[in-house]
């Protein structure tokens, strides 16, 4: 019998159920808990380019970490999430889903890294180190690994040839705060979008049945990619900063 399959061209299961979507913000409200209960969690697991070489999967737990402090930081991703993410994970199918959800959050890290002042040489003092503030910052949120999904719609409705027009609003107001207010990091929500971007036109590029497989093979160049760039700057930093 003929298999349904999604816009995308991804066979369909008998269940629709938003599985992948739902387990993700479970595990971002069961490890905000955990923030809540002892700080460690946080001081352990959220990112920084400053330990990104040493401690390389905090690249991704920071994407399931948001401020303790700021309870609309978690609500506001979680919501974004539950907006967009169901259509995704169906159009996508729920491996493929998950590939650009975590890409896209690796994505967001990556940028992080790439856009932050890192010192070329040992610094001399304090202040001489407060030039060097972002390399140092640590960075919590889902906003990269939402700002993919946000990409990959965009790539799907120009596919299909439905409007985007209130995506872009949201892409133009969430970007704005990031530039505008202190504490957001626009640097990873623009990591997570070109991701995101990247991830669903690969699929998209290949979606015919002859070309499917190779579907992988496209998402793991993405990470290649990603891990590539960043390793590259690494190489750029004094060992005593990495």
């Known amino acids: 019998m003929p298999r349904q399959r999604s816009v995308l061209g991804v066979p369909l299961s008998g269940d629709n159920r938003p599985t992948v979507t739902m387990s993700l913000i479970a595990a971002c409200v069961v490890a905000y808990v955990g923030q809540l209960i002892s700080p460690q969690v946080t001081a352990n697991f959220a990112f920084t380019p400053y330990l990104g070489w040493s401690e390389p999967w905090r690249a991704l737990t920071g994407a399931f ?24 994970e169906h159009a996508l199918g729920r491996a493929r889903y998950l590939a650009l959800y975590l890409l896209s959050a690796l994505g967001g890290s990556a940028a992080v890294v790439l856009l932050a002042k890192a010192p070329t040489r040992v610094l001399g003092g304090a202040a001489e180190a ?26 799907i409705n120009r596919h299909v040839g439905r409007s985007s027009t209130a995506l872009y609003a949201v892409l133009a107001i969430n970007l704005a705060f990031g530039f505008l207010y202190p504490g957001i990091s626009w640097q990873g929500h623009l990591g997570g979008l070109v991701t995101g971007i990247a991830v669903a036109g690969s699929v998209l590029a290949l979606r015919s049945p002859a ?32």
């Open 130 to 155: 407060t030039a060097y503030q972002s390399w140092v910052q640590g960075v919590v949120g889902a906003s990269g690994a939402v700002f993919g999904l946000f990409g990959a719609l965009l790539v």
């Open 65 to 88: 970490l948001h401020s303790p402090t700021m309870p609309l930081h978690l609500a506001l991703n979680m919501l974004f999430l539950w907006q967009v993410g169901p259509a995704l």
């Open 211 to 242: 070309r499917r497989p190779y579907q992988w093979a496209a998402l793991g160049l993405i990470l290649v990619v990603v891990v590539g760039v960043v390793v590259a700057k690494y190489l750029t930093v004094p060992v005593y900063y990495r």
